[in-house]
Every structure is written in C-alpha cells, then in structure tokens.
C-alpha cells in the first residue's frame, strides 16, 4: 500500500513521463505554480472543458456562454471588492527573510506532524493484519489514530475560527504554541501576520508616465457581470437565465505547491444564475444538486465527493458551499456553489453610474437581480479526474499502469494496431484511422509487440485498441480489446464506428445527466 504522498508524486511524474503536464520553462529551471499542458494533457482539458460547456450551454436554452477579456476597467476589481479584500494572511521569518502564508504553515504541521503518524499507524497495522486489514475500521477504533484525529480537527477549527474573526494575533499565536519552525532557517522568529493582496498588476500604454495600472482578471466571474445588460438585452434573455464563460484567472499564491491543485495561472468555468430576487434558497439547492449530478456522471464515485457548507459567509453571499473531492491528500475544495445576492451588479451599478436592472414584464416592475454562481476550476478537475484514474493492477505476470479515465474524456478515444507491419495490415489499420478521424481522436501505432502497445495506450488511458490481423484481410473483423477489463472479441469493421459512438461519443454522456 502506497501513503498519500507516494501517491500524489507517482501522479506528477506519471503526468510528465506521458507528455500530459509540464513544468513551465522548464529548460531555465521552471516557473513556480505555472504549469504547461502538453500534447496529451491538451486533448484532455479540452475534453473536460467542452464537457462542462455542452452541459451547462448546449443543453440549457436559458444559459449562454461568452468569453470576456482578461483585461478590464480597474474600476471594476475595486467595485468587486478585489483591491480591498482580496488577500490572504502572510507572516515572515525574520532569519531567511521568507515568507510564507500563515494558514498554510498551520496546516502543513497538521499535515506532517499528525496526519504522517496517522498514515505510519495506517501502514503499520496493514502490514501486521495483511488481507485481512479493514481500514475503516481501525480509523474509527484505533485510540492512537482517534488521539491524533481529535488533534488535528482542534487545531484547524481554531484556525479557521481566527481567520473568519480575522484574529490574526490568533493565527500568530497558533504558529507560536505550535512551536513551528521555519522550513528554511529551522527559526521560530516571526513577524506579524499581515493581509496580502493576490492580484498581479500590470501597466497599459506606452509610456511610464502615461500608462494606465491594470489588474490580470483573479476571476472570470467580473467579465460575466459587467456584460449582464449586454447581453440580456441583445439575447432577449428573460429571468432566470444564466452566462457562462470558461477562461484564464490569475492570483498571486504565495504557496506554490499540490502541482496544479493551486496555480499561479490557472483557467476557470464559471456560470452566473440570474434570479429574481427570493429565489435564490431554491436556485441555490437546484445548482448544488445539478452540479454534484454532472461530477456523478463521470462514474468517479460517490464516495469521493462531499459537501462542505461555508459557515461564515464572503461579504457578498447569503449562502455558499463547495462540492469537495477526495484528492491524493485528502478532501479538497472542487467547485464552489455562491448565493452572491445583488451585491456585484448593485456595486457596478454605483461604481459606473449605469443601471444595471432588469425589467419584469410579467410583475411591470424593474430590479436588481440576484445571482447564484457556480464556479469550478479547470486544473483543479483535470486534477481530480486524472489523480483518481491512475491505477497500478496486479496481473498474473507482472503490473499494469492504467489511467482508467472516463472515456468521454480520454485524449485519445482509440488506437488502432496493426499487427505486424507487413502484409498489407498497416494499410489497412490507416484506412480505419482515416474513416475514424473525423469523429474521434484516433492514433495510429505499429512500433514493437502487440503487448506494450496496449500497456502504452493503458498508460494514457485509450479506452480502446483495435487490431488487425490476418484474419482481417479474410473477413473485415478486427479485435477490440477495452482498457479496463482488458477483454477482446472480435468485431466487424463496420460497427467499429457505431460502438464508439455509444461509448466514447459526448452526445451519448451528455443524455446520461
Ligand atoms: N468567482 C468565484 C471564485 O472565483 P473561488 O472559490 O475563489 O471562487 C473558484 O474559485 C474555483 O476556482 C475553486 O473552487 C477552484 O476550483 C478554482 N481555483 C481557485 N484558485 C485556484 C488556484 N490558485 N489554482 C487552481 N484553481 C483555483
């Protein structure tokens, strides 16, 4: 049995080695928290983003999508609250001159500190118990393990209960009696906790004197309620109806780290839900329920998603929860559900002086709408599909690694082999390649035995291979062989196109939602 942190770095070298995600600029040492999708990763962000978008536009007559620039008025992130209070807590250590964020040391002594000894007694009592170990049980009976779980919940509750407050004397306090060192000086000497802002500014216009100061977007969410008018008017969009729009948000982490769990550059999908306001209780249960039914479709398992219901609520909400996946190292937030109120267009509506109102034909009257927002990132998800869909098999001979993605996702939707490259085989598989292309990414390989061309589709998760053989050239049949069962039966070459299409095709997964 692998601990969580073996898991996670087979994750990251698994998604270099396969030419899924790269380290940005790699060549001069890497950005830290930048990353670049590679030929693989590509196609399976792209597959993910278009499955969200045909969910959330193509099957909703009432949502419209847009793609609103990155740059924007600066007025609009004081207005949105950005420029006063979007921060995080930071503390220095006066020895190495680092800095680091507050919250997240407290978190990394829970993490290293206790959960490791939890993990340590976890593998222990494996390796004593052998097949017979039952791990749910032991976490919920252990005293040690319940000890150091009753631990690590004290400590984080005080933790979040100071930055709610924004007690950050609080949070100082905690680093102190925790006796947390610095991971660089190994000093104890801190600073205060301070609030840092994370949005990266930058100049418009060609000279210093000139130039005007301008915000990289934190959210794509802005882009969507400054169009609000727009494009109600010019969509002839009654309420409730919604805009979605996907696209790059940038925020100045101060933790780089988790890979592409928190990114310095990063991409958005994000949905604003305009309501009529005394709405939003039952529009905020139909989005958290239809969001966590889309994450359910990809068959990633019940069991990996929870609730988490925010307590204390953002200036602007009057509801929020975020649909959490269970990552290599632990539930994490995937998406979050807002019930932001009328708080974002009233404010641009006093920031600009320009009405941003609705008018009700039915009630003849006019108002502010409400707006309920779901907002999910997309490397987050690329992260949570691609972490729970490596696997390591036990064969009869010998492992197998298999990225067991959901198909409709999968970079590639099948390979197709030719047995061996002689005998008029490879023609034939490219002719199959050809008729396939149009509807699916396809990729052709001949290079080494049959066996290690399916262990390499395996490694990058083709649901499906079909190879030609001589039997091929006698009666148009292939054999088709699935990843995850490894089964293969041999069909005409015919229906090959109508069996992806039930099993691979988006139209065909997006009519299970
Ligand atoms: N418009 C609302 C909003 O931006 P958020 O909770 O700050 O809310 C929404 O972000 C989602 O964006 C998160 O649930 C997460 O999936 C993703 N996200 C936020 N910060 C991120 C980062 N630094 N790197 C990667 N994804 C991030």
Same mark, same amino acid.
């Given at each position: 049995m692998k601990n969580k942190d073996e898991v996670f770095k087979r994750v990251i070298s698994h998604a270099k080695e396969y030419g899924f995600i790269f380290q940005s600029s790699e060549i001069y040492d890497g950005l830290s928290a930048v990353y670049d999708y590679a030929q693989m990763g590509a196609l399976l962000k792209k597959n993910i983003r278009d499955y969200w978008w045909h969910a959330m536009v /193509?099957?909703?007559?009432n949502i419209v999508g847009i793609d609103a620039a990155?740059?924007?008025? $600066?007025?609009t992130w004081k207005a949105s609250g950005h420029v006063d209070a979007f921060n995080d807590p930071l503390i220095d250590n006066k020895d190495s001159k680092k800095r680091y964020r507050a919250d997240v040391l407290v978190e990394d002594y829970v993490a290293n500190k206790i959960e490791a000894k939890i993990d340590k007694e976890i593998q222990k009592a494996a390796k004593r118990f052998g097949a017979d170990f039952d791990q749910e049980q032991f976490e919920q009976t252990n005293p040690r393990v319940l000890g150091y779980k009753e631990k690590a919940a004290t400590i984080l509750k005080r933790l979040a209960r100071s930055l709610e407050d924004e007690n950050l004397e609080d949070v100082k306090a905690l680093i102190e009696e925790l006796e947390?060192?610095? $991971? &660089?000086?190994?000093?104890?000497?801190w600073t205060d906790v301070k609030q840092f802002n994370l949005m990266f500014g930058t100049k418009l216009g060609a000279s210093a004197e000139t130039a005007t100061d301008l915000y990289? /977007?934190?959210?794509?969410?802005q882009g969507i309620f400054v169009n609000f008018l727009n494009v109600q008017k010019t969509g002839r969009m009654k309420i409730p109806f919604g805009i979605a729009q996907t696209g790059k948000a940038f925020r100045n982490e101060?933790?780089? /780290?988790q890979f592409i769990f928190r990114m310095r550059e990063f991409e958005q999908m994000e949905m604003q839900f305009f309501i009529k306001p005394g709405t939003q209780q039952k529009w905020y249960e139909h989005w958290k329920s239809h969001r966590l039914k889309w994450h359910l479709s990809l068959g990633m398992g019940k069991e990996n998603y929870r609730f988490h219901d925010h307590e204390k609520l953002a200036h602007y909400a009057d509801a929020a929860a975020d649909i959490e996946f269970k990552f290599p190292f632990g539930f994490k937030e995937l998406e979050g559900i807002h019930s932001r109120t009328d708080f974002d267009l009233s404010s641009h509506e006093n920031y600009s002086g320009k009405k941003l109102q609705y008018f009700d034909p039915e009630e003849n009257t006019s108002y502010v709408p409400y707006v309920l927002e779901t907002s999910i990132g997309l490397d987050r998800m690329f992260l949570a599909v691609y972490s729970n869909s490596l696997q390591e098999e036990e064969l009869e001979k010998g492992t197998r690694t298999v990225l067991k993605l959901p198909s409709v996702l999968a970079p590639y939707k099948v390979a197709v082999l030719p047995? &061996?490259? /002689?005998?008029g085989l490879p023609e034939i598989a490219k002719s199959i390649v050809e008729d396939l292309r149009f509807d699916y990414d396809v990729v052709y390989d001949e290079k080494d035995a049959v066996g290690r061309r399916y262990r390499r589709q395996d490694a990058i998760g083709t649901p499906f291979c079909l190879t030609v053989d001589h039997q091929t050239l006698e009666d148009q049949t292939v054999t088709i062989r699935e990843r995850d069962s490894m089964n293969q039966e041999r069909v005409a070459i015919s229906s090959v196109g109508e069996m992806l299409r039930k099993e691979v095709s988006m139209s065909e997964w997006l009519k299970r939602l």
């Open positions: /193509r099957l909703n007559d990155i740059f924007m008025h $600066p007025t947390i060192a610095c $991971p &660089l000086s190994g000093s104890k000497n990289l /977007r934190p959210e794509t969410a101060i933790v780089a /780290r047995l &061996l490259k /002689r005998d």
